[in-house]
């Protein structure tokens, strides 16, 4: 049973594409990065924000 998965799965064509959806949104943020400094430091305070309301949500 194992050698037949094993074969399935090598006979399986690669679609590793991501869905429609999520490379709109992959694109999206993109366009919102832009490499520089003050960019970084926006998206470390985007996340900083979010990881601490969803600590304060917990609590």
Known sequence: MTAGH???LVRQP???RRPRAAARAV???RR???G???DYL???AVGVA???VA???QS
């Open 42 to 44: 926006a998206w470390l």
């Open 27 to 29: 694109r999206g943020l």
């Open 36 to 38: 520089h400094l003050g």
């Open 32 to 34: 919102l990065h832009s």
């Open 6 to 8: 094993t074969t399935a």
């Open 14 to 16: 690669d679609t590793h």
């Open 50 to 52: 979010v990881l601490c």
């Open 55 to 57: 600590v304060a949500a």
